[in-house]
């Protein structure tokens, strides 16, 4: 099977008052339609690492490989473009633009990509639909529950299609129920799509549904 991400000797340190070494040597192989928890305490270096392969930020040393791209080398404008093009990215907090409806929180990455309207419209309203938050489109965040809102954020992440998904403690916010259709409904995505998910969490609920886990401990891969 074809791998997705490869990342060789990825450090992250930040320089503060107290120097921090959130990441340690990361040597890591994902192969394309795996669904990978990276699992760890708070503070073991999950979402750093997430937001490294998104290339929402830089390591310090090392190299990452994400479909074809080498990270390091992109400048800020074609990360952007590889962000919008090969990336869905689902934040704990959801991140949903308040001042728009549910709707147009989804559209928002088709509209910068430049999709044709009526294209957006089809995509938007067909994912909705298999979310089960169709009848909220016209809704703003704030009228919305968590779950639906959760929903909102997967539905803004797949709706363009992207190879790859990444999740930042999805399920932080929820209650059990909504944190277990959460994930049922990523894997069901990840197995009837064929999409790569790769989820930071310590969540047992999540760690029980991967194909893999990556335990992470002090910014080290343990196990």
Same mark, same amino acid.
């Given at each position: 099977?074809?791998?997705?991400?490869?990342?060789?000797?990825?450090?992250?340190?930040?320089?503060?008052?107290?120097?921090?070494?959130?990441?340690?040597?990361?040597?890591?192989?994902?192969?394309?339609?795996?669904?990978?928890?990276?699992?760890?305490?708070?503070?073991?270096?999950?979402?750093?690492?997430?937001?490294?392969?998104?290339?929402?930020?830089?390591?310090?040393?090392?190299?990452?490989?994400?479909?074809?791209?080498?990270?390091?080398?992109?400048?800020?404008?074609?990360?952007?473009?590889?962000?919008?093009?090969?990336? /869905?990215? *689902?934040?704990? &907090?959801?991140?949903?633009? $308040?001042? %728009?409806? #549910?709707?147009?929180?989804?559209?928002?990455? !088709?509209?910068?990509?430049?999709?044709?309207?009526?294209?957006?419209?089809?995509?938007?309203?067909?994912?909705?639909?298999?979310?089960?938050?169709?009848?909220?489109?016209?809704?703003?965040?704030?009228?919305?529950?968590?779950?639906?809102?959760?929903? /909102?954020? *997967?539905?803004? &992440?797949?709706?363009?299609? $992207?190879? %790859?998904? #990444?999740?930042?403690?999805?399920?932080?916010? !929820?209650?059990?129920?909504?944190?277990?259709?959460?994930?049922?409904?990523?894997?069901?995505?990840?197995?009837?799509?064929?999409?790569?998910?790769?989820?930071?969490?310590?969540?047992?609920?999540?760690?029980?549904?991967?194909?893999?886990?990556?335990?992470?401990?002090?910014?080290?891969?343990?196990?």
């Amino acid at each position: 099977m074809t791998t997705i991400i490869t990342t060789k000797d990825v450090t992250k340190t930040y320089n503060g008052k107290i120097k921090v070494e959130a990441l340690a040597g990361i040597d890591l192989e994902i192969r394309a339609a795996e669904f990978v928890v990276i699992a760890g305490p708070s503070g073991s270096g999950k979402s750093t690492l997430l937001h490294l392969l998104g290339g929402l930020d830089t390591p310090t040393s090392g190299s990452i490989r994400v479909a074809g791209h080498d990270l390091t080398a992109l400048s800020k404008n074609r990360l952007s473009d590889f962000r919008l093009s090969t990336l /869905g990215f *689902i934040f704990q &907090a959801y991140n949903l633009l $308040p001042v %728009l409806t #549910l709707e147009e929180n989804v559209e928002f990455g !088709l509209l910068l990509k430049g999709t044709e309207r009526g294209e957006i419209r089809e995509k938007v309203r067909k994912t909705l639909q298999e979310l089960g938050i169709e009848e909220f489109a016209h809704q703003r965040p704030s009228e919305l529950s968590g779950g639906q809102q959760q929903r /909102g954020a *997967i539905a803004r &992440a797949i709706v363009g299609d $992207p190879e %790859l998904i #990444l999740a930042d403690e999805p399920t932080a916010n !929820l209650d059990s129920h909504n944190a277990g259709a959460l994930i049922d409904m990523m894997r069901k995505m990840n197995e009837g799509r064929g999409k790569t998910f790769v989820v930071s969490s310590h969540d047992p609920m999540v760690i029980a549904k991967a194909d893999r886990v990556v335990r992470l401990r002090d910014g080290k891969i343990v196990s």
